[in-house]
């Protein structure tokens, strides 16, 4: 591991080579690059944000269609509708080619997060989910959040390297 971020300008393919977010001993957060060691699918479908938004997605409807969720119809879809917007807006921002639409989308995209989580909040004060349910979602949607925050930095950097 290298002991500090280096900047450098990558073509959007190479994006999709991943960004793991590590956190070093002084408590602070570091971007590293990190190389697929398997033929990674191209396009959007090989960054590690959309990737776990993806396994976020699939709890959140195992979450809402299971016979356990206490919560209304509307709410169920309310809360996955937000979970694949999550997902969606990265495979969107990805395909529309241009750094600006992709960094723009990741903002969207990492909102979309918050309102899962912020939903997942309302899911446990009404009794929805049960706090073990609710730590889990949680602690995936906030490591979705931090991953694409961490590659909307990175786009934009590479967009305005002065950011």
Not at 44 to 66: C, S, Y
Request: charged fraction near 25%; glycine fraction near 8%; charge should be negative.
């Amino acid at each position: 591991m290298r002991d500090q971020q280096v900047h450098r300008e990558l073509p959007m393919e190479e994006l999709a080579i991943g960004l793991s977010l590590y956190s070093g001993a002084d408590g602070g957060m570091r971007i590293e690059e990190e190389h697929l060691e398997y033929d990674a699918p191209a396009g959007f479908e090989a960054l590690r944000a959309w990737q776990k938004t993806r396994v976020l997605v699939k709890a959140i409807n195992e979450l809402a269609d299971a016979t356990s969720f206490a919560g209304p119809r509307s709410f169920r879809d309310q809360i996955q509708r937000a979970a694949v917007s999550v997902m969606s807006n990265i495979a969107e921002g990805y395909e529309r080619g241009g750094r600006n639409e992709f960094f723009h989308m990741l903002g969207i995209s990492k909102a979309s997060c918050a309102e899962v989580r912020s939903l997942l909040y309302v899911a446990l004060d009404a009794g929805y989910i049960s706090q073990s349910a609710f730590d889990r979602l949680q602690s995936q949607a906030i490591e979705c959040s931090r991953m694409i925050g961490a590659l909307r930095k990175s786009v934009g950097q590479q967009h305005n390297p002065a950011r």
